[in-house]
T-cell receptor, first 111, second 115 residues
Framework: GQNIDQPTEMTATEGAIVQINCTYQ??????LFWYQQHAGEAPTFLSY????GLEEKGRFSSFLSRSKGYSYLLLKELQMKDSASYLC????????????FGTGTLLAVQP | DGGITQSPKYLFRKEGQNVTLSCEQN?????MYWYRQDPGQGLRLIYY???????QKGDIAEGYSVSREKKESFPLTVTSAQKNPTAFYLC??????????????FGEGSRLTVL
């Protein structure tokens, strides 16, 4: 079956750097997404990786290693507003193009 | 501003009642999706539609029904056959039909509680 693993919770300090890991096992791979979701709100798109390597977008970066089935989201210069759940989602299945979400990592940023 | 509007935001239902959740988008997107979110679980796909008058079952379609009579609208009905309907429901859309190579745009969600 298809599977995504990410830590359930993480805590970090304002101004610091935090790395949220995501590992996956899927039948084929078409791309990996990271979304941010504040409590009771809609998920919002952060990044999309389809090739190996690091994609940087401001304070947020996302890394992908397809051979290892591994990705991470790196958040720099943490702010209190970064306290949210971070969802990893993998697009797989070749032409059928399906999407599976991880359970999300709840990040708490402390002063 | 373009976006996806879900209503109602909160809904209470008695057991045995059907309820319909509204989802409207003005992004001119072809594909629309309904997800269910429960604590400790990832988003799970209920139904999706890639084109008007056509829709497909997702992973957990039992007890739900949808329609896609207009490109902008994709309402979800939670029927009395759904055994555990209390959840947070999210509607989403993508620009290209059947493609996840573009980001999903989500609505604000509807929280359904069955009393």
């Amino acid at each position: 079956g298809q599977n995504i693993d990410q830590p359930t919770e993480m805590t970090a300090t304002e101004g610091a750097i935090v790395q949220i890991n995501c590992t996956y096992q899927t039948s084929g791979f078409n791309g990996l997404f990271w979304y941010q979701q504040h409590a009771g709100e809609a998920p919002t798109f952060l990044s999309y990786n389809v090739l190996d390597g690091l994609e940087e977008k401001g304070r947020f970066s996302s890394f992908l290693s397809r051979s290892k089935g591994y990705s991470y989201l790196l958040l720099k210069e943490l702010q209190m507003k970064d306290s949210a759940s971070y969802l990893c989602a993998v697009c797989y299945g070749g032409a059928t193009n399906k999407l599976i979400f991880g359970t999300g990592t709840l990040l708490a940023v402390q002063p | 501003d373009g976006g996806i509007t879900q209503s109602p935001k909160y809904l209470f239902r008695k057991e045995g009642q059907n309820v319909t959740l509204s989802c409207e988008q003005n992004l001119n997107h072809d594909a629309m999706y309904w997800y269910r979110q429960d604590p400790g679980q990832g988003l799970r796909l209920i139904y999706y539609s890639q084109i008007v008058n056509d829709f497909q079952k997702g992973d957990i379609a039992e007890g739900y029904s949808v329609s896609r009579e207009k490109k902008e609208s994709f309402p979800l009905t939670v029927t009395s056959a759904q055994k555990n309907p209390t959840a947070f429901y999210l509607c989403a859309s993508t620009k290209n039909r059947g493609s996840y190579t573009g980001e999903l745009f989500f609505g604000e969600g509807s929280r359904l509680t069955v009393l």
